[in-house]
């Protein structure tokens, strides 16, 4: 079984650095095989939020494996239309209800949303409840260095994590060296360049990955745990998931690295957040 590294959030917290995300994988039997095939083979961090539909079917399964839920680092996510004090916390409370959990270890912000102005007031509900100790460890996600500035004008407590969509073709490098700079962990998501495939069909790829026995994904996914960036690719098949958790075996030497760095185009496969309008 895999021997997954970690991240120490700026509380303390420790984070597994490879996860299963679960966006798009339909709630009941499929997310449920899917969350159990990754526990069984080795997963700890399971990343689900409230606009995925699934968080019933992922607590379900966490309960199911038999391991003991401090051992399962689970995050969810509030989902734009639940912004605001009052709205985040009834949210937080129908996400608790549906994954069945007394807690959850990290609750995010699922998106700036700035033009509804809410996410500082919604920050602090967040800090309530990280207060109340249901959430272990609280963060945002798809924020930018503007919206990171707007929310430490008045937070109390710094995000733990910032959930971004990072891969090789955008990899943030400036909004990653501002998180570090703050003390927040970046989180990859659309870690392998989206579902089309044309990064992981970069020649490059397959070459490092002749050098190392593994597939291209396994070469990328490899990239974000040495950049220190925390990955949750995402899948309901059973053998992808395994071999998604196969990247700890070998490490990349400098100079791949630096031939992955050079596939930067800044291409990205989801909505921008300054202009996204959901």
Known sequence: MANISAVTLNNGIIMPQLGLGVYQVKDGDEVEAAVLAALQSGYRLIDTASLYGNEIGVGRAIKASGIPRQEIFVTTKLWNDDQGYDAALAA????????????????????????????????????????????????????????????????????????????????????????????????????????????????????IGQRYGKSPAQVVIRWHIQNGLVVIPKSSHAERIQQNIDVFDFELSAADVELINGLAADNRVGPNPETATF
Not at 164 to 184: T, V
């Open 92 to 207: 937080f409370d129908v996400s608790l209800k549906k994954l069945d959990m007394d807690y959850v270890d990290l609750y995010l912000i699922h998106w700036p949303s700035p033009k509804r102005g809410l996410y500082v007031e919604t920050w602090r509900a967040f800090e309530e409840i990280y207060r109340q100790g249901r959430a272990k460890a609280i963060g945002v996600s798809n924020f930018h260095q503007p919206h990171l500035d707007t929310l430490l004008e008045s937070a109390t407590i710094t995000p733990a994590v910032n959930q971004i969509e990072l891969h090789p073709d955008l990899p943030q490098l400036e909004l990653r060296a501002y998180c570090q700079k703050l003390g927040i962990i970046v989180e990859s998501w659309s870690p392998l360049g989206g579902g089309g495939g044309s990064l992981l069909d970069q020649p490059v790829l397959a070459t």
